[in-house]
């Protein structure tokens, strides 16, 4: 029996690691959390509509939560964009114009083109506008714009404070949880920014975060060796980096939010 339960928790970690589950549970919280915040009384009311007593910070894991159910298995390549390394960005903002794949980019802007027609019906209105505030969530963690090669960082192991893990799943959750911030304690340490910048990252196109997202991977991989031990100076080196694609999620997604239901 023991020798099974080994196997098993040996099958279980390497299964694991390679689940795309974005932020986690805490990052998308505080994603939504930073959006709701930034949202006009009538966008509230109005996503209030579709979504019931439930808060966007709430819903916004409601993707990984279906993972379970085989009947929502098309939304596995929803969450992520894997691109070569070494584009610049014009060949970035090329390869997403073009882009005719089922991935986070063609996908987002298929949710939000959904969510603007009035006669969808409701259900389906609530899961798009889940989807929608997971996904605008999850382009926002730089390594869903990863490298094909790894799977995002999937594949390259490191440690964290002495635990296995690898690069997506350290920048998933283990750096946030790491912070010991409840996620409404966390979105309001973060939630600092000025009218003139929340609108500046609200007026981006799109392709532009997933280029800022593609740069930062970049430098997240060049930022660590395979079986690396990280620790206190990884997270002093990129607690900046990490909490500021936090926020400008929130503020992007407020944005988007705003453009669907704020009229």
Known sequence: MKVLQRVLLLCLFVYLPLQSMAWGMLGHRIVGEIAERHLSNRAKKNIRKVLGPESVAMVSNWPDFVKSDPAFDYLDTWHYINLK?????????????????????????????????????????????KILIHLVGDVHQPMHVGRPEDLGGNRIRVEWFNQPTNLHRLWDSQLIEYQQLSYTEYATALNCVSKEQSKIWKNQPMTQWFFESYQIADQLYKGVKPQ????????????????????????????????????
């Open 228 to 263: 690396e031990k990280l620790s206190y100076t990884y997270n002093f080196h990129y607690i900046a980096t990490l909490n500021a694609q936090l926020l400008k999620g929130g503020v992007r997604l407020a944005g988007v939010l705003e453009e669907i239901f704020g009229s």
């Open 85 to 129: 390394e070494g584009l610049t960005q014009a060949e970035v903002e090329t390869i997403l114009k073009q882009d005719t794949a089922v991935d986070a980019y063609t996908r987002i802007n298929f949710l939000i083109a959904e969510l603007k027609k009035k006669e969808l019906e409701p259900v389906k209105k609530a899961q798009y506008l």
